[in-house]
């Protein structure tokens, strides 16, 4: 019977012992699937938008939603205007967070293909119609403000520590990094949209845990790294 209570004791302690790694483990886990979904719903978005702006009537539709496009703009830059996931290292948005769109020129100069998601882009919505942006509420589409999905916001929804990534020379930029598909879902990274070159790698941690997955160039494959 001391025997049997002894074994019941040490169960227990090793049950409590490892529950924080457990805990740990498991919202990284989290974060890094909900990432990884996200990344290929930004390449499916990608795949499936079949618009092609080479004339000034394939616009159309799109002024109705956006009128603050410039639609000539649009025609000779059109291929800045890819899906795009953007991470967020600074403070500028949300710490360690993303934001998914379609970046646009606009009347504006200060706003013409300015590499952030704010009024007049193409922000991407998950089914419940919340928009999958990080930017904050000041200058984000209005049907995005207060109307943001949470777990884009890594820190602060999953507890992320730090958010890290590689990739080519050219893919790097102050506060963070992006990774653009073209229609036929091939990476490409940078302010000016280059082809990826190597693996864009992306690390979670969190405490002693870290958690990371890649970008693979030209197929665009995405898997643990």
Request: charge should be positive.
């Amino acid at each position: 019977m001391k025997l049997f209570e002894f074994i019941v004791a040490i169960v227990v302690s090793l049950v409590l012992f490892s529950f924080p790694s457990i805990t740990t483990n498991h919202s990284l886990e989290s974060a890094y699937k909900s990432l990884a979904t996200q990344i290929r719903a930004t390449q499916i978005a990608a795949l499936s938008d079949d618009v092609a702006f080479t004339q000034l009537e394939s616009s159309k539709d799109m002024l109705r939603f956006y009128p603050s496009i410039d639609a000539l703009a649009l025609l000779q830059h059109y291929h800045n205007a890819m899906w795009q996931i953007q991470f967020h290292l600074g403070r500028i948005y949300t710490t360690y967070s993303y934001s998914i769109y379609a970046d646009t020129p606009r009347h504006a100069i200060h706003t013409n293909f300015d590499s952030r998601p704010m009024a007049g882009d193409m922000i991407l919505k998950n089914m419940d119609r919340k928009c999958l942006s990080a930017y904050n509420n000041t200058n984000t589409a209005q049907e995005c403000k207060n109307n943001a999905q949470a777990q884009v916001r890594l820190g602060e929804y999953f507890g992320i520590e730090q958010m890290f990534l590689e990739s080519d020379g050219f893919c790097k930029e102050s506060g963070g990094g992006r990774i653009y598909f073209d229609k036929l879902g091939v990476p490409y990274c940078g302010k000016i949209p280059t082809p990826l070159q190597q693996p864009f790698k992306i690390t979670l941690q969190k405490g002693k845990y870290t958690k990371s997955l890649c970008v693979m160039p030209k197929s665009g494959i995405i898997k643990e790294c």
